[in-house]
């Protein structure tokens, strides 16, 4: 047994079960638990090592598993901090319960290591240094690879620190377990779409830079119709803007329009018709009726380029189909104007 004694080895595990399983739930991956484990007692080891070789310790066999106790503690101050730990205290007979963050009981056991480092005289059969290591490898461990992990359980964990509280003060009714359920629920859900969004726009993306509207344009419909807000719609448009013009832009162009035109918000419209034509000049809507409509809006709001392009456009697509007087009308109007 790799242990001074029973005594040692119990409150090693104490410690160790009261941080280790909640860091490995969170930190999602057995194997990237057990390589954070090795890593710890990498660095406990050389840094025992070192400090043995220079003198500032003894040579003493490094028995124990308190430089990755220390460690576990550590990197629940980066990866947990707002995380209430129960603690127990007790005082010849006298006790309390009570609970402290993760990140203050860090400070405190980690702290007082350093301090009884720099300051004691002679540390005796106590492992100061793997302490010490321990604690800081747990931390700058998760400080310089764990990130992005603790950005994804941010709002988990933020969840969950709500309701430890509310369990701790109050004590969790059924509705306030049934609203947490909900809160969670919900948060998985965002998560979902989020990740099914990305891949779609990954996927988009890929057909329009490739140059196959086609299948851009049918996976666009297939996604999104008449049904979906406007302005989800306009957000849509603005990302596929980012990468260049494209047939797949305009078919949404053309698409916002609509929507705005059935909305009767003809203002909104115009933007969409000047950005679809600043694509391709002859960007042209499928409603002929309307092409007028707008023409003659474009005149009314000092615009007579995109009043020539949508009536000179649709007089070549539709031939006899116009109004070949009104046509003449405002392309003169158009003229007289520029």
Same mark, same amino acid.
């Given at each position: 047994?790799?242990?001074?004694?029973?005594?040692?080895?119990?409150?090693?595990?104490?410690f160790y079960l009261a941080f280790?399983?909640?860091? &490995?739930?969170?930190?999602?991956?057995?194997?990237?638990?057990?390589?954070?484990?090795?890593?710890?007692?990498?660095?406990?080891?050389?840094? $025992?090592?070192?400090?043995?070789?220079? =003198?500032? /310790?003894?040579?003493?066999?490094?028995?124990?598993?308190? =430089?990755?106790?220390?460690?576990?503690?550590?990197?629940?101050?980066?990866?947990m901090p707002k995380v209430r730990i129960k603690v127990f205290c007790w005082y010849i007979f006298a006790w309390k319960v009570f609970f402290v963050r993760a990140w203050i009981l860090a400070v405190y056991y980690i702290g007082g290591e350093i301090w009884f480092m720099f300051t004691a005289e002679d540390y005796g059969n106590i492992g100061v240094v793997a302490h010490v290591s321990g604690g800081l490898a747990g931390y700058f461990y998760g400080f310089y690879w764990l990130g992005d992990r603790r950005e994804e359980i941010k709002d988990e964990l933020a969840h969950e620190v709500k309701a430890m509280r509310i369990q701790q003060?109050?004590?969790? /009714?059924?509705?306030?377990?049934?609203?947490?359920?909900?809160?969670?629920?919900?948060?998985? &859900?965002?998560?979902?779409?989020?990740k099914d969004r990305d891949r779609f726009m990954q996927q988009l993306y890929r057909m329009v830079s490739t140059h196959q509207d086609s299948k851009a344009?049918?996976?666009?419909?297939?996604?999104?119709?008449? $049904?979906?807000? /406007?302005? &989800?719609?306009?957000?849509?448009?603005?990302?596929?803007? &980012?990468?260049?013009?494209?047939?797949?832009?305009?078919?949404?162009?053309?698409?916002?329009?609509?929507?705005? $035109?059935?909305?009767?918000?003809?203002?909104?419209?115009?933007?969409?018709?000047?950005?679809?034509?600043?694509?391709?000049?002859?960007?042209?809507l499928d409603d002929i009726s309307r092409v007028f409509h707008y023409a003659e809006m474009a005149l009314e /709001? =000092?615009?007579?380029?995109?009043?020539?392009?949508?009536?000179? $456009?649709?007089?070549?697509?539709?031939?006899?189909?116009?109004?070949?007087?009104?046509?003449?009308?405002?392309l003169a109007k158009a003229v007289r104007a520029q």
């Open positions: 047994m790799a242990h001074a004694n029973l005594p040692h080895l119990f409150w090693n595990l104490v280790a399983p909640a860091l &490995e739930i969170l930190i999602g991956n057995a194997f990237r638990y057990i390589r954070i484990m090795l890593f710890i007692a990498f660095v406990v080891g050389v840094c $025992d090592s070192i400090s043995a070789l220079i =003198g500032v /310790t003894e040579p003493l066999p490094s028995l124990g598993f308190s =430089g990755i106790v220390m460690g576990m503690i550590g990197l629940s101050a980066y990866l003060q109050h004590g969790k /009714t059924r509705l306030e377990a049934f609203r947490y359920q909900t809160e969670m629920n919900q948060i998985e &859900e965002k998560k979902r779409e989020a344009v049918n996976s666009l419909l297939t996604r999104y119709g008449l $049904d979906t807000p /406007t302005y &989800e719609l306009e957000e849509l448009f603005e990302r596929i803007q &980012e990468w260049g013009p494209s047939r797949t832009l305009l078919c949404l162009g053309r698409l916002i329009i609509h929507k705005l $035109d059935k909305e009767k918000r003809d203002g909104r419209a115009m933007v969409y018709i000047a950005k679809c034509q600043n694509i391709n000049p002859r960007f042209l /709001t =000092g615009r007579p380029e995109i009043a020539r392009n949508l009536v000179s $456009d649709a007089r070549k697509r539709y031939g006899d189909l116009v109004n070949s007087e009104q046509c003449n009308h405002l």
